[in-house]
Antibody, heavy 125, light 113 residues
């Protein structure tokens, strides 16, 4: 059974770079029918999709964060990662990684059916 | 970006009664080429990640009880819980995956009356 687990520092200072890794277990990150994404949720608030990546390196980004975000994949380690630069208090959130369905025939990403438990990242001086 | 607006923001329903949550998209999420609505519903319980309930606006994810149903097309969608159970207390989100960036509604908090 596929499982995802986020890892990374839980506390950052303003202007630092957030780096998170999602480890995929119980299956291969190189599956052709999947994308891998990051979504965040500020405490007590709603969900915001950040970015997604294919095992081959194809990426999608939320334009609102694009200038500060980099998503990458390491197929040898079955992991994908998120970097968010110049963080502020507004970036304080639970960060989730998730598996997205990808329809090879249509080239469309769709829903996220498997999610990690999330990791809380707090930005504070 | 496609703005997703849910109503109501919160809802209290008696056990065994019907709960209805609405979601409106800022533009149509219906792909005319395949006649599919690119709309999903997620359930999020406290301290847990979102759980996919419904995709293509009306297809239940495997393992989701049949008291959950989705309907609608174009810009107006509804999630219905036919007979509310205690374990259904959660926040429900709609999401469009018609175009990037994928966006979510603000959430509807469902409680027991």
């Amino acid at each position: 059974q596929l499982q995802l687990q986020e890892s990374g520092p839980g506390l950052l200072k303003p202007s630092e770079t957030l780096s998170l890794t999602c480890t995929v277990s119980g299956g291969s990150i190189s599956g052709r029918s999947y994308y891998w994404g990051w979504t965040r949720q500020p405490p007590g608030k709603g969900l915001e999709w950040i970015a997604s990546i294919y095992y081959a390196g194809n990426t999608y980004y939320n334009p609102s964060l694009r200038s500060r975000v980099t998503i990458s994949v390491d197929t040898s380690r079955n992991q994908f990662s998120l970097r968010l630069s110049s963080v502020t208090a507004a970036d304080t959130a639970i960060y989730y990684c998730a598996k997205e369905h990808y329809d090879i025939l249509t080239g469309q990403r769709t829903t996220s059916d498997i999610w990690g438990q999330g990791t809380l990242v707090t930005v504070s001086s | 970006d496609i703005v997703m607006t849910q109503s109501p923001d919160s809802l209290a329903v008696s056990l065994g009664e019907r709960a209805t949550i609405n979601c409106k998209s800022g533009q149509s999420v219906l792909y005319t080429s395949n006649n599919k609505n690119y709309l999903a519903w997620y359930q999020q319980k406290p301290g847990q990640p979102p759980k996919l309930l419904i995709y293509w606006a009306s297809t239940r994810e495997s393992g989701v009880p049949d008291r959950f149903s989705g309907s609608g097309s174009g810009t107006d969608f509804t999630l219905t819980i036919s007979s509310l159970q205690a374990e259904d207390v959660a926040i429900y989100y709609c999401q469009q995956y018609y175009s990037t960036p994928y966006t979510f509604g603000q959430g509807t908090k469902l409680e027991i009356k």
